[in-house]
């Protein structure tokens, strides 16, 4: 009997992360992670006012690496590593926790001078085992960096991993895909079943899957080895495709920390609590501990 190959379908739960709508697909109530991806948020489309902007004070992480990936405007990354960069479209911010790192996520001056736009999409990846306790580590990867394709309708690039000969150079210690695809009308894509954990998440336009279509800002996540196709149905398409191999054992997820070892998300706490994590050079605001009794109980993926 065929089976279809939509296995989960979400629909992200929307929050304002001051002036900007955020749409949060993972972790949800029926799906945790997709391969080592734990965290998917959406940020925008909007447009900040003169003025105003995006203030996300210096915060800790722990067993995860940050991927920041805009589509429009621009934000600035400081950690406590002393780097300082500003992300533009097409660029990738890649940040590796590991043991522990602290970092703000601001509106630079220039877009500050007046309205400007904000687009894109951050995501958490939970790091083996093997790489939860590493030194912490930033890699900025510009635009013209990553690799292209361009055949029949389907034009993409490769933001993590390898797809049809081509390799990100974008480093992460386990097998995993992040596609940045865009399928004029009527064209048709083959994702093939090499990654046992797969996803697809439609930020413009409608998506055909096995004769099914779904709306835009849908997470898809399919059934493992079996071939998807994928048409854009009415207009064209913008379509991440994402996955890798499963989590090497579970993990939890509290606040800003991810862990294998429950303990150590405690740990964690109560070093923000007393101020052991590193400064952010510059910064002398922080986001305090949340309260654990009000809505940050600790997720298991």
Same mark, same amino acid.
């Not at 955020?22 to 799906?31: D, H, N, T």
């Not at 895909?177 to 994702?191: C, H, I, N, S």
């Not at 279509?213 to 149905?233: D, F, G, M, S």
């Given at each position: 009997m065929h089976q279809h190959p939509i296995s989960d379908h979400i629909i992200p739960r929307t929050s304002d992360l001051g002036q900007m709508q955020?749409?949060?697909?993972?972790?949800?109530?029926?799906?945790r992670a997709v391969g080592p991806f734990v965290f998917w948020d959406q940020m925008g489309p909007g447009e900040l006012l003169t003025?105003?902007?995006?203030?996300? *004070?210096?915060? #800790? !992480?722990?067993?995860?690496?940050?991927?920041?990936?805009?589509?429009?405007?621009?934000?600035?990354?400081?950690?406590?590593?002393?780097?300082?960069?500003?992300?533009?479209?097409?660029?990738?911010?890649l940040m590796t926790a590991g043991s522990g790192i602290v970092h703000s996520e601001r509106s630079d001056a220039a877009s500050r001078a007046s309205v400007s736009p904000l687009f894109g999409l951050q995501s958490w990846l939970a790091l083996p085992q093997s790489h939860e306790e590493c030194? #912490?580590?930033?890699? !900025?990867?510009?635009?013209?960096? @990553?690799?292209?394709?361009?055949?029949?309708?389907?034009?993409? *690039?490769?933001?993590?991993? *390898?797809?049809?000969?081509?390799?990100? =150079?974008? &480093?992460?210690?386990?097998?995993?895909?992040? @596609?940045?695809?865009?399928?004029?009308?009527?064209?048709?894509?083959?994702? #093939? =079943?090499a990654w046992e954990e797969r996803a697809l998440y439609a930020l413009r336009g409608?998506?055909?899957?096995?004769? +099914?279509?779904? =709306?835009?800002?849908? @997470?898809?996540?399919?059934?493992?080895?079996? #071939? +998807? *196709?994928?048409?854009?149905?009415?207009? &064209?398409? !913008?379509?991440?495709?994402?996955?890798?191999?499963p989590l090497d054992g579970p993990r939890y997820l509290w606040w800003n920390f991810v862990a294998s070892d429950r303990e150590r998300l405690e740990v964690a706490k109560i070093d923000w609590l007393e101020g052991r994590f590193p400064i952010v050079p510059g910064e002398t605001e922080f986001i305090p501990l949340p309260d654990a009794s009000v809505d940050r109980q600790t997720t298991d993926i």
């Open positions: 955020v749409k949060r697909a993972l972790p949800s109530v029926g799906k003025d105003q902007g995006i203030d996300v *004070r210096p915060h #800790p !992480h722990i067993g995860l690496a940050t991927l920041t990936y805009l589509f429009e405007g621009q934000i600035e990354h400081r950690d406590s590593l002393g780097i300082r960069q500003l992300i533009t479209p097409g660029a990738i911010n030194s #912490p580590d930033f890699l !900025h990867v510009p635009e013209a960096a @990553l690799p292209l394709f361009d055949e029949n309708g389907m034009q993409g *690039r490769v933001v993590l991993g *390898r797809f049809q000969g081509l390799s990100a =150079p974008t &480093p992460f210690p386990m097998d995993a895909l992040y @596609l940045d695809v865009t399928l004029d009308a009527g064209a048709v894509m083959e994702f #093939p =079943p409608e998506i055909e899957v096995d004769g +099914v279509t779904y =709306p835009k800002e849908t @997470l898809l996540v399919l059934h493992p080895q079996q #071939p +998807v *196709r994928l048409k854009a149905v009415a207009g &064209p398409v !913008h379509v991440i495709l994402f996955g890798g191999e």
